[in-house]
């Protein structure tokens, strides 16, 4: 069924005829009745309009037909960006959404509210296919992945219900009010809310909400797992000063600079203590840890199952954070086997080193890994686990990695694209996917976390 316009021309301007468009000009407010296609990459569906012209439509499912009114784009752009602001059929996969915050032109945080739970995995398991065929070329069985997106243990909830799993909420202040809030989509403006339902009961239980933050760009709060660590960063606008801190539970206070990045320590301890893998990780200065409080423990077992460890091997940690998945494999090659941690930010080496300290065979550099790796002097090692950042390892590291002659590596993705991106490569130097596994550590967003096991592809023959 094509897609009808609505609203064909927006409206006249004020006192002006109304009579057609010049070229490019702006679309923003036209509304089209379309069909929903399929699910994209970044938590929305694709449609087009009766011209042909591409709409990502966000808070619309696949198969319903919807009003969608576009917020960015223009006469002959290659795409359109559009809200779904009316229903016409409904997917049998729609719930109203549990948060009234959610909804066209209201928070961004969340892509998936109006979907149920199980239909949500569905969608990032139909993102992860698609990506893997298009820049891979592999179907999930040549991927050694059963197509299914697994839940946090304890996430499994009925519709209508929201795991409150996020332990670190980044809320921005309305200069006009002070009051906290959430980002709108792909916007500046901040949504005022009273209550964030995904956000973890440590963080609800500060009350960040409730406060007032003049002169505040931001407050980050932070809710450690595994100890009672409460921690906030408060980034000031331009000449604005600290606000006295008062919560309704004993927290840290760190000073965030946006110019430089940098977080400094106002009161309290300047880090936090996150436990996983029977281990526990300081954590300083607002650095990065998993968001869901079962993310840790359930990446350091996919990882460690895809890679078996064996005594006295040699291990690759890259982009190694605060040093998690290289403690597992100290633990797990022993006093004969050794590893080396490369990570590019200061503070997190030097949590890293703090918190391996206990493995004499154990070393973190710091550095970028395509400068790193080279400078080492490595030419085999037996383990390599690398959790790059969203944009991928690249196709430098990668054909690096894969002339180490590791017998398996593990590969911890937070993004679909860039996970194939990186297979691909991998397959050309040598290297094919045993199994990839897909897990749901973000709930009601359309972020996704994999973890891949490679190894050499002449093993398999």
Known sequence: MQAEPKNSQVGPEPGGSGAGREQGGSLVGQEYEVEIGPVAHGGHCIARTAEGQVLFVRHALPGERVVARVTEGEEGARFLRADAVRIIDASKDRVEAPCPYAGPGRCGGCDWQHAKPGAQRRLKGEVIAEQLKRLAGLTPEEAGWDGTVMPAEGDKLPAGEVPQWRTRVQYAVDPATGKAGLRRHRSHEVEPIDHCMIAAPGVSELGVERRDWTGMESVEAIAATGSQDRQVILTPRPGARLPLVELDKPVS?????????????????????????????????????????????????????????????????????????????????????????????????????????????????????????????????????????????????????????????????????????????????????????????????HHVECVAILEPAAKAV
């Open 253 to 445: 206070v760190l000073r965030g600079d946006e110019k430089t990045g940098g977080v400094h320590r106002v009161h309290g301890r300047p880090f936090v203590r996150e436990r996983a893998d029977g281990r526990t990780h300081r954590v300083g200065g607002g650095g990065f840890w998993q968001v869901h409080p079962k993310a840790a423990d359930t990446l350091v077992t996919a990882v460690m199952q895809g890679l078996l460890p064996r005594k006295g091997d040699m291990a690759l940690d890259l982009y190694c954070g605060v040093g998690l998945f290289a403690g597992a494999l100290a633990d797990r090659v022993g006093d004969k086997g050794a590893v080396l941690g490369i990570e590019s930010g200061k503070r997190a080496v030097e949590d890293a080193r703090h918190n391996l300290a206990d493995f004499p065979r154990v070393r973190i550099e710091q550095g970028k890994v395509e400068s790193v790796l080279p400078r080492t002097g490595i030419t085999e090692v037996d383990l390599i686990v690398l959790d790059p950042p969203r944009v991928g390892a690249g196709r430098t590291t990668v054909t690096h990695l894969t002339s180490l002659a590791a017998r398996r590596i593990a590969y911890v993705a937070c993004d679909p694209a860039a996970l194939a991106r990186d297979l691909a490569y991998f397959r050309e130097g040598g290297y094919r996917v045993r199994t990839l596994r897909a897990f749901d550590l973000f709930p009601m967003t």
